[in-house]
């Protein structure tokens, strides 16, 4: 299971006047709402403001990122499911993501929260959606690591 070593959970961040932008696909819904409902029930304790924004597929999140920063996002939640297939499809699709998502946030000099599932079937999926008898919450995880970067990126430019 991927959440071994994970982090003992934190006290819950302030990300008052935070603005963030929750970007997800639109593949496997059921996953992909589990994540949503995650990234969502964290950004309201943090008391942040957000907004959702959909994309066709995993590919289009870095695209939807880096217009979300030019239109005044302090953080992106980006969310998203890419399911093994039987072609070299999977990997091109995972690295494109993982790469444009890690140059946009370095550009921006803002955080990307990344819950993007690569994942080999459908229920490792959603043993990680954050759904009643998930094992794990990534979208949750994905936000809170989002407002958490955000917060520190503020402090260090003082």
Do not use: C
Request: glycine residues 14%; negative net charge.
């Amino acid at each position: 299971m991927s959440g071994a070593g994970a982090p003992t959970p934190q006290e819950p961040v302030d990300g008052t006047g935070l603005n963030v932008v929750i970007i997800a696909g639109t593949w496997h819904d059921t996953i992909t709402d589990g994540l949503i409902a995650g990234a969502e029930r964290t950004l309201n304790a943090a008391q942040a403001t957000h907004r959702l924004v959909r994309v066709p597929g995993s590919f289009e999140l870095a695209l939807a990122a880096q217009a979300a920063f030019a239109g005044g996002a302090d953080a992106v939640v980006a969310l998203g499911v890419i399911i093994r297939g039987g072609t070299p499809h999977f990997e091109y699709v995972s690295a494109a993501t993982t790469d444009g998502l890690t140059r946009v946030s370095l550009d921006a000099g803002k955080p990307v929260g990344f819950g993007v599932l690569t994942l080999d079937d459908e229920t490792q999926g959603l043993d990680r959606a954050g759904l009643p008898g998930s094992k794990e919450d990534k979208g949750a995880e994905a936000a809170d690591a989002a407002i958490r970067t955000a917060l520190l990126v503020k402090h260090l430019r003082g």
